[in-house]
């Protein structure tokens, strides 16, 4: 804990919604960096921690020491819209009711998704509530194809969104564009902030022993080694992801090595290699905790971050892409692609920006083998993360909006 006392403090118990399991990598990289900033920065006493989990297994990540779990279940029912619907109507219930009996004061919540749920609670309860990582997530999921843009499902979502810019004591969003976009929508500039997506520096660093050890096992020192962590489909390429892979192993040749970290199915990521040509002998699928992703980064030489290059994505503030540069890989990235594509722009030793749907993969890859060739690349794409990813710009934009709530005189 931090021993001298915050210059903003917040309530002493905070209610914290995830819309991701407590075992999802994104829990452990996203939502625990944010309860522990309020605990070790800002004075909490306690966190409630309420995910939505999907499975029946009970969930195993051991959390720290005065963050509570609060699992809420979600239901299979079908059709999905009512399913989600009912399941948002009870959720803000339970979490009412929770809220009076803890004396919560103050709700934060991570991702427009659990921004809705803690709009519905603040309705029942008014206790004031903060989005952190606020994106238009009902468009991001009808420029992918997954939803229609006059469908049930969007336009509930996107009236969320809209009770969120009203409401909310705080927005922060993941990047300055997605900020620029809310202020010329009418958001008063004091209710903003822009926290990019934080890694633990600490954990995500490089380290040449461990390099060593997993490359040894991988086929020696000489082979070369790109890594892709994460899922498919949705907001990244599913076949296109798969083809850039092959095209990868046909550019660099049989020294190619490719890691997939991803909690996909085995046999299908692997038939999903073979049918776009890569060698599955020259690739490692693994499914692997949060705590041994930097192992395998570490191994690598440069990494995938196979995004859709649709108008939505330049708000995001992907976690690997992060993750990849504390580790200092540089990314093939998708252009456009939140703040992190200007910077590789302005910074070539980044990484490479390459849209997967082109069919001409050669140069890119070429470009890339020019970045690894300059040793500089590693310290480069580390300072970038220390840089950009920090859990202090959090902090910092946390500090914004707490601070607005207590002058205010709306905390308890």
Not at 55 to 69: F, K, M, T
Not at 132 to 161: I, V
Not at 164 to 188: C, F, H, K, S, W
Request: with cysteine; charged share 20%.
């Amino acid at each position: 804990m931090n021993d001298h006392p915050p210059k903003v403090k917040a309530p002493g118990t905070v209610l914290f919604i995830g819309f991701w399991g407590l075992d999802d990598p994104l829990t452990a990289s996203s939502l625990l960096p944010g309860a522990r900033t309020l605990l070790e920065r800002f004075g909490t006493e306690r966190v409630i921690l309420a995910t939505v989990e999907r499975g029946s297994a009970p969930p195993s990540l051991r959390l720290p020491e005065g963050i509570q779990h609060v699992p809420l279940h979600a239901s299979t029912m079908r059709p999905k819209v009512l399913g989600r619907t009912l399941d948002h109507v009870r959720m803000a219930r339970d979490l009412a009711g929770l809220v009076r009996r803890e004396k919560v004061g103050l709700i934060m919540a991570r991702t427009a998704n659990a921004g809705g749920l803690a709009h519905r609670v603040h309705r029942r309860t008014g206790v004031p509530y903060i989005v952190e990582s606020f994106e238009p997530h009902a468009e991001y999921m009808a420029d992918c194809g997954e939803w229609s843009r006059w469908g049930p499902l969007y336009r509930a979502a996107r009236w969320l969104e809209r009770a969120q810019m009203r409401a909310a004591v705080g927005l922060i969003t993941v990047a300055n564009t997605y900020r620029d976009r809310l202020l010329r929508e009418g958001v008063p500039p004091e209710r903003l902030a822009v926290a990019p997506c934080p890694v633990p520096l600490d954990r995500f660093a490089p380290d040449g022993s461990v390099r060593a050890r997993i490359r040894a096992d991988l086929g020696g020192p000489d082979i070369l080694v790109g890594v892709y962590a994460g899922k498919f489909g949705g907001l990244y390429h599913r076949e296109r992801a798969f083809a850039l892979f092959a095209a990868a192993h046909a550019h660099f040749g049989a020294r190619f090595r490719l890691v997939v970290l991803t909690a996909e199915p085995h046999d299908a990521v692997i038939a999903s290699l073979r049918a776009s040509g890569f060698p599955a002998e020259h690739a490692v699928v693994r499914a692997v905790p949060h705590a041994e992703v930097p192992g395998w980064l570490n191994a690598a030489d440069f990494a995938f971050a196979p995004y859709r290059a649709t108008p939505s994505s330049a708000y995001l503030s992907p976690v690997k892409v992060g993750e990849y540069w504390a580790c200092g890989l540089p990314v093939m990235l998708t252009p456009g692609v939140g703040d992190d594509a200007a910077i590789i722009a302005q910074h070539t030793l980044a990484g490479v920006l390459h849209d997967p749907e082109r069919t001409d993969h050669g140069a890119a890859f070429a470009c890339m083998q020019r970045v690894l060739d300059d040793p500089a690349h590693r310290t480069l794409c580390r300072s970038l993360a220390e840089r950009h990813r920090t859990i202090a710009h959090t902090a910092a934009a946390y500090a914004r909006s707490i601070d607005r709530l207590t002058s205010a005189g709306t905390g308890r």
